[in-house]
């Protein structure tokens, strides 16, 4: 990367953290762009140049930003997993625990959820397809029950994990042992053969 796109990045991340922190201290419906100019310590017109579209635009970068760190520390939790029920167990724990810990989320959740929904419900979508391309291998790998389909089995799996992340429903997920029997009773029940091939 030229000197030019390491500067421009490092701009564009600075935005992208000091509107994290207005949200984090005022909430979304109360933060603007020039709030955002003023944390980051540049002019109205600077950030317009780098979010053209306004503070839709620069929320929305927020929020996938927020997701693509998620996803990589994700990632890091469950790289060196070795079966698709050890992948989806300790998915499953890492990303409950990091939702209800990460504060500002909790917060925006309570308090403006109607504000924030609809950017996540659309970086759902794509987040459904990263997931579900994730879990691919392991599927072909652990090997699927008869007739079913990858891409849907996939599919299945990636929506069901989102669900429960959020929304656990009689399940601890704190409790690895309930987390066990939901991802092998529940989520894979009928999607993959008994046991390895």
């Known amino acids: 990367m030229s000197e ?7 701009v564009r991340q600075r935005i992208l953290e000091a509107t994290y922190a207005c949200i984090a201290r005022w909430g979304l419906a109360k933060t603007t762009v ?4 003023r944390e980051a310590g540049l002019s109205r017109a600077t950030l317009y140049r780098y979010f053209p579209g306004g503070r839709d635009e620069l929320v929305r ?3 996938t930003w927020q997701f693509m760190h998620f996803f990589l520390r994700l990632y890091e ?5 070795d079966s698709l029920e ?4 300790r998915g499953i724990r890492f990303a409950h625990q990091a939702i209800v810990g ?8 309570e308090t403006e959820p109607e504000r924030l929904l609809p950017t996540l419900t659309v970086e759902g979508s794509r ?6 391309d994730f879990l691919t291998p392991y599927l072909l790998r652990h090997g699927l029950a008869p007739g079913v389909d990858v891409g849907h089995a996939a599919d299945f799996l990636a929506r069901m994990v989102l669900s429960y992340m959020s929304a656990p429903g009689r399940w601890d997920l704190d409790d690895p042992g309930q987390v066990a029997r939901l991802v092998r009773n529940e989520l894979l029940a009928g999607v993959v053969t008994v046991g390895p091939p």
């Open 4 to 10: 030019d796109g390491t500067r421009s990045e490092e």
């Open 34 to 37: 020039e709030d955002a100019a």
């Open 61 to 63: 970068s927020v929020v």
């Open 77 to 81: 939790e469950i790289s060196d997993a």
């Open 86 to 89: 050890e992948v989806m167990e």
């Open 102 to 109: 990460h504060d500002v989320l909790q917060r925006v959740l």
């Open 127 to 132: 987040t459904v397809r990263v997931i579900a």
